[in-house]
């Protein structure tokens, strides 16, 4: 499949326009913090516009080290897991009299639960580097310094106009081995000359081998921003839907039509039967020739072509506590 922009940049324009995320249900962390004890920390986070999904959508920019800091000893913790699993195996190769490394398990499991608990204070004292994208004001902000930039938002922070954000498309090594991938590379329209800590390159999957990934992800940002839309109904907007005030408006004049909206129904979902739907999604939109395609209508109704399966849905038991805590102790993933 060829794309017709590559090589230049992505015109702000949506075709496809079914635009759709898998959303993890985090009502169970909320509810049972395992040994995260710090998790309220994390999930508040620093920055206001982190929690207003409905108006801020946030990316990692730069150079972060903060990547380096969140996967560095999560890494650290899994390796330290796996010769822990294998020295467990290994027991029967063992001499007599010889003394099992006790001190791996101590380690690990002391490293893994301190990391688990150190990560929201982190989190809070050494945030990110990010850029928001702010769907009410149709503004690009940084939460760091930009040399030139004058324009100042109400968070204080540099600013941008989002006429003056552009995406491409890049190939990108993405290991020591000299594996490639595709990436959308957004910056500001002048960042070559004036404003190069605007750049940033965004990871759309872990393996992005066609650069429709790319061209998804700008549709969904494209679409975002423009306000004068209600949100796109997916599971990332469904209980913030009220609080914008185009989408809500739109929600109550479906209403008075004879089409509302039920008020749970992503939340009905497990997250498995969102990855079903992303996967159908997905195959629809590489099937499609994108170089004639015509501008698709929104799904503005999900409700009539998938039927939530509730009993799909994780609850709070104790496979989910068992899976939690495993996670946490095994590699310190909050």
């Not at 469904?238 to 479906?254: G, K, M, N, W």
């Not at 209403?255 to 195959?283: C, H, T």
């Amino acid at each position: 499949m060829s794309l017709p922009y590559l090589g230049g940049k992505l015109p702000k324009k949506t075709k496809f326009n079914h635009f759709f995320d898998a959303k993890i249900d985090s009502s169970l962390r909320d509810k049972f913090h395992g040994l995260c004890f710090s998790y309220p920390w994390l999930r508040r986070g620093k920055h206001g516009f982190t929690q207003n999904p409905q108006r801020f959508i946030t990316e990692s920019c730069g150079d972060d080290p903060w990547r380096i800091l969140f996967l560095g000893p999560m890494f650290l913790g899994a390796v330290g897991t796996l010769v822990l699993i294998i020295s467990i195996l290994s027991l029967p190769l063992y001499e007599e009299g010889e003394a099992f490394p006790w001190w791996v398990w101590y380690t690990v499991i002391l490293w893994n639960v301190t990391f688990l608990n150190l990560l929201p204070v982190f989190s809070r004292f050494a945030p990110a580097n990010l850029a928001y994208f702010d769907r009410k004001t149709r503004k690009v902000g940084y939460t760091f310094d930009i040399p030139g930039c004058t324009e100042r938002d109400e968070f204080g922070n540099c600013c941008f106009p989002w006429r003056e954000i552009e995406c491409n498309v890049a190939k990108i090594t993405t290991s020591q081995h000299g594996a490639q991938a595709y990436a959308p590379f957004i910056s500001h329209e002048h960042s070559f000359f004036q404003y190069k800590n605007t750049e940033m390159t965004i990871v759309v999957t872990e393996n992005a081998q066609d650069p429709i990934y790319c061209l998804l992800f700008w549709e969904e940002l494209v679409r975002f921003m423009d306000n004068k839309k209600p949100l796109p109904d997916v599971p990332r907007y469904e209980a913030l839907r009220h609080l914008d005030p185009v989408t809500a408006e739109y929600d109550v004049a479906q209403a008075k039509a004879g089409n509302p909206r039920p008020e749970v129904y992503w939340r009905d979902m497990s997250f498995d039967q969102q990855q079903e739907i992303y996967k159908e999604l997905l195959e629809e939109c590489f099937e499609l020739d994108w170089f004639n395609l015509e501008p698709r209508d929104e799904i503005t109704a999900p409700w009539q072509r998938w039927t939530p399966k509730p009993e799909l849905k994780d609850t709070l038991n104790w496979k989910y506590k068992a899976k939690r805590l495993a996670w946490q102790l095994g590699c310190g993933f909050p």
